[in-house]
């Protein structure tokens, strides 16, 4: 059977395609911010969300983005004002939301049978207003981590500076949290409430395994992120298994993918010969290194040269030095 002859497997794949691009990009600057378990926070108030709408009768997806934007900037706001601490905050997200959405779903005669769908991903059950919802907002997120990546860098980096150097910490921080509450109700339908924490995680720790700069950890991130969601996907169709569920696993298999291939990489570095600096040299500068040849690593001073064909080249800038 044809995965792609079903008009809801390709919504499906779309959907989780989409959701493995939005949820590492947003996840990069919560990682670095040490707030990892935001996304479990923001999940669990989407389920108060999806319960009101089962109260209220209306569609889930924009009560529960709109109650989970508010969730968020709230706690944001009680954390910069400081009569809160942020993991307090984070508890009230974790046990206030998740007790009023079963709540409200019973409430609404449907129990907590009602949410599963949303709790651990429905993807099949992806309409096409769905798709346009989450795709629409998936720009939203994309076109601001990419757009604001400099200032989004110096706040995850040091706050202190980025407020000094100009940045609108506070408002950037709110902004930040807000997104993260869309980026997990948009991810309700591919891998559920209870795991989209893991798909804005896990592709973060995997991509700063193998990428220096913080810009290519955060393409990377985006990258394994919609490989894992596209193999999940189609993983789960053919092996009949839940799709949150074979989504998370695929990225915590290429997580440890990762760690294996950065381990190989720095037992290499480590293993190369030292080569004492050699003073002034002169440097030909090239806009990229030779591809083709053996590739060796020295140490050179306070850095590392790749000798490759038999000449070294040395990383400066948006350029190669030939030594």
Known sequence: MNFFQYPFMQRALLAAVVSGLAAPAIGMFIVQRRLSLLGDGLGHVAIMGVG????????????????????????????????????????VLFYGGIASGVMMAGVAGQGPAGLSAYLFGALTSVAKEDLWVIGGLAVVI?????????????????????RVAGVKVRWLNLIMVALAAVTV??????????LISALMVIPVAASQQLFISFK??????????????????????????????????????????ATALSSALNRRRREAPFVPDHGEHPHIQLP??????????????????????????????????EH
């Open 52 to 91: 009101l709408a089962l109260l209220t009768g209306t569609a889930p997806l924009p009560v529960a983005v709109i109650t989970c934007v508010v969730g968020a900037v709230v706690v944001e706001l009680l954390r910069q004002s400081g009569r809160t601490s942020g993991d307090l905050g984070l508890a």
């Open 142 to 162: 994309l076109a601001f981590t990419i757009g604001m990546l400099p200032r989004l860098f110096a706040l995850c980096a040091d706050e202190n500076f980025a």
């Open 185 to 194: 109700t948009i991810s309700m339908r591919t891998v559920g409430l209870l």
């Open 216 to 257: 290519a950890a955060l393409f990377g991130a985006m990258g394994i992120g919609l490989l894992a969601a596209a193999t999940g996907t189609v993983g789960s169709y053919y092996w009949n298994t839940a799709t949150g569920a074979t989504i998370v696993v695929t990225a915590i298999a290429m997580l440890g993918v």
């Open 288 to 321: 990229n290194k030779p591809r083709s040849g053996r590739v060796t690593v020295v140490q050179h001073g306070d850095h590392l040269d790749e000798v490759v064909a038999g000449r070294r080249y040395a990383a400066h800038g948006d350029h190669y030095d």
